[in-house]
């Protein structure tokens, strides 16, 4: 059974940085991409991030500059720095994998604080 395991959450002051990542435990094929959401308290879940097995990024235009996604294909785990970080960057960050079959592998998602 394939799990997401995310980590790297928590308080940071405004300004600061902070990186997440999320690894795959247990055998997972041909993962198209990875991608990054988030979802603050009482709003809609948004794509953050997004980088392709090809290595293609794309960035929700809110973090474009200051979060910088990268993947490990020998490791199945996708990263996410983020720097320049706002009071409003506040959620639980969840990863995402997509596979060439179309099966979907969500983390349980890691909270990120933005706060002095």
């Known amino acids: 059974q394939v799990q997401l395991v995310e980590s790297g959450g928590g308080l940071v002051q405004p300004g600061g940085s902070l990186g997440l990542s999320c690894a795959a435990s247990?055998?997972?094929?041909?993962?198209?991409?990875m991608d990054w959401s988030r979802q603050a308290t009482g709003k809609q879940r948004e794509l953050v991030a997004r980088i392709t097995s090809g290595g293609s990024t794309n960035y929700a235009d809110s973090v474009k500059g200051r979060f910088t996604i990268s993947r490990d294909n020998a490791k199945n785990t996708v990263y996410l720095q983020m720097s320049s970080l706002k009071p409003e960057d506040t959620a639980v960050y969840y990863c995402?994998?997509?596979?060439?079959?179309?099966?979907?592998?969500w983390g349980q998602g890691t909270q990120v604080t933005v706060s002095s």
């Open positions: 995402h994998f997509r596979t060439a079959y179309g099966n979907d592998y």
């Open positions: 247990g055998s997972i094929f041909s993962i198209y991409a």
